[in-house]
């Protein structure tokens, strides 16, 4: 995904005034967290860009709930910051890195 997609994506995101986090973890992307994003989106996820420092509980390499995980560094602390200031996002409490769900046109944030 290039930046222009990336950042259309996150945009189509806050549109959809939707931000999904897991509230019992911080800074770890969780199954709990991938289920709910799959569910919010009414089964539909197929990939999920994730920082490269949120370190997830599971083996990224394999898909979790059909879902790819895609390891995006333009996520990462200072990306995210950038992103949630640009795009006037209100961060989820104790959450600071944003994560975007994508399927077919449509996209999901969530926030580790």
């Not at 599971?58 to 879902?67: I, K, S, T, W």
């Amino acid at each position: 995904m290039t930046d222009e997609e990336l950042r259309a994506k996150i945009e189509k995101g806050v549109d959809r005034n939707i931000l999904a986090f897991d509230p019992e973890a911080t800074g770890t992307v969780t199954k709990r967290l991938i289920y709910g994003m799959w569910s919010i989106s009414l089964d539909k996820l197929t990939r999920l860009h994730i920082p490269t420092d949120a370190f997830p509980e599971f083996d990224f390499y394999e898909r979790q709930y059909g879902v790819q995980i895609v390891r995006d560094r333009r996520l990462n602390i200072k990306g995210s910051e950038n992103f949630i200031d640009e795009f006037n996002i209100h961060p989820a409490p104790g959450k600071s890195l944003l994560v975007v769900g994508v399927w077919d046109d449509e996209c999901l944030l969530g926030m580790v």
